[in-house]
């Protein structure tokens, strides 16, 4: 049987993310990258240019985005909003990491659920020839936010762990893995991925500004403990994870979050240069957070582990 052709697809991309649409585009023959002109006006708004715009009708059509702060959404949703416009056949919009995903939800009136302000902006990107945008986008915060979309849109909700789950397997010390999770919220939305490995769920406290972490079940004794998250901003719940595990008996310990998000260069709290080589063995992220991995490149105990594959597969399916 003759196999199915994989569709060919037209890839532009922000600025931040070129790097990563360069792995995306070298993981296979049928993507084909493509540029905008990034432009500002004297007054400091977007004077963009989509090269090739003639050449993109019929043609299937995506974005890699990077929302990673205020200031790009604006011209980046401008892009996200012409190309459809444009007669193509399909388009597909990649937001690795959805930055308001933790806000979404309500703890008092008065409260703004900015995960759904931008799951509507998103909403309102305009049909295509082959009918709504797909999104793709990794480890969202919470699984729910799918309903925050409108019909316009069709969220693909992907995951990094099965990145995670190979880079395990590599360790000269796999058999001896222990997945601990930093809090119920993190066990719920990852246990099942990782059923194959004995599992270590911590609690967390908050009181003020710090942060009381114990274990609630589970044993990290002797073990290669690694703390599974879904992202990581300031980072002090994972160093409290941390003390709390090596006080029971791990043998090592090591994090994973898809999203290094690290604001004000917190990551560089984790950085062996400040004696911390023995709080973790490795502290894996993804290249959702293009900034971050600029920044923690060659410095230990960071490694990246890239999206490039994945992104490649849902953009051809």
């Not at 560089?268 to 490149?297: M, N």
Request: overall charge neutral; glycine content about 6%; charged content about 20%.
């Amino acid at each position: 049987m003759e196999k199915s052709q994989k569709k060919q697809v037209f890839l532009f991309y922000c600025s931040e993310s070129e790097d990563l649409a360069r792995k995306v585009a070298s993981q296979s023959d049928s993507i084909t990258l493509q540029t905008i002109k990034w432009r500002s006006f004297d007054d400091g708004f977007p004077n963009i240019f989509i090269n090739n715009a003639q050449e993109l009708r019929g043609q299937h059509v995506a974005f890699l985005a990077s929302f990673s702060s205020q200031g790009v959404i604006f011209e980046q949703l401008s892009v996200i909003y012409a190309l459809p416009r444009l007669f193509v056949a399909s388009f597909t919009l990649v937001l690795p990491f959805f930055p308001t995903g933790s806000f979404e939800r309500m703890e008092e009136e008065g409260d703004v659920a900015t995960a759904f302000t931008l799951a509507r902006m998103l909403s309102n990107i305009p049909i295509s020839r082959g009918g709504p945008t797909s999104l793709v986008t990794y480890d969202i915060h919470a699984l729910q936010e799918r309903f925050y979309f409108g019909d316009h849109v069709l969220p693909l909700f992907d995951t990094g762990i099965p990145l995670l789950k190979q880079r395990l397997h590599q360790l000269p010390d796999s058999d001896k893995i222990v997945v601990a999770f930093p809090d119920d919220g993190a066990w719920k939305r990852f246990h099942k991925q990782l059923y194959h490995f004995p599992m270590v769920v911590c609690n967390r406290v908050r009181e003020g500004d710090k942060r009381i972490v114990r274990i609630k079940e589970g044993n990290p004794a002797g073990c290669h403990v690694v703390i599974v998250d879904d992202l990581v901003q300031s980072g002090g719940t994972l160093n409290e994870c941390q003390k709390v595990l090596a006080t029971h008996g791990a043998a090592k310990v090591s994090a994973y979050v898809t999203h290094g998000v690290f604001p004000k260069r917190s990551w560089e709290r984790f950085t062996h240069k400040d004696g911390l080589e023995k709080a973790f063995a490795y502290f894996w992220i993804t290249d959702s957070c293009p900034i971050t991995v600029q920044d923690i490149a060659n410095r230990a105990p960071f490694e990246v582990l890239s999206l490039a594959g994945s992104i490649s597969e849902a953009l051809q399916t």
